[in-house]
């Protein structure tokens, strides 16, 4: 059980670390290019990422839920999967409409940063 809960939270670590970092280095001007538009691949990767994050997040609350020592947050629980659900819309927008995402993409990593605030912080 404690080799489970290690690896979901490493692959929930990983989706996070995608979804933060791929907006930001596709934003214009980082590495000194001009991206107009999305790379097809990076775009489902931002998709796929949101997918990890749901699916991981929900085995995570399922393993607490199952543990009786272990006290879940339902509050904190529903504030993240409504967080990203949002990240997981943005990242669907981003998969059919690639043309300018700049502010898009600036949404995707505050709304994927502020999820893993509300993990550390709550």
């Known amino acids: 059980m404690e080799l489970t809960h290690t690896i979901l939270i490493l692959a929930h670590l990983l989706g996070l670390a995608v979804l933060i970092g791929s907006p930001l280095g596709a934003l214009p001007g980082a590495g000194g290019t001009h991206r ?3 790379a097809v691949g990076l775009r489902r990767l931002l998709l796929s990422a949101a997918t990890l994050q749901l699916l991981t997040g929900l085995a995570l609350t399922a393993l607490l839920e199952i543990d009786d020592a ?7 629980i529903a504030v993240k999967l409504g967080l990203l659900l949002v990240a997981g ?3 669907a927008h981003l998969n059919r409409r690639p043309g300018q995402p700049h502010v898009r993409l600036w949404f995707l990593s505050l709304i994927s940063a502020g999820t893993a605030a509300i993990a550390v912080l709550w």
């Open 89 to 91: 819309g943005l990242a």
């Open 70 to 76: 272990a006290s879940v947050d339902h509050t904190k």
């Open 36 to 38: 107009p538009t999305l």
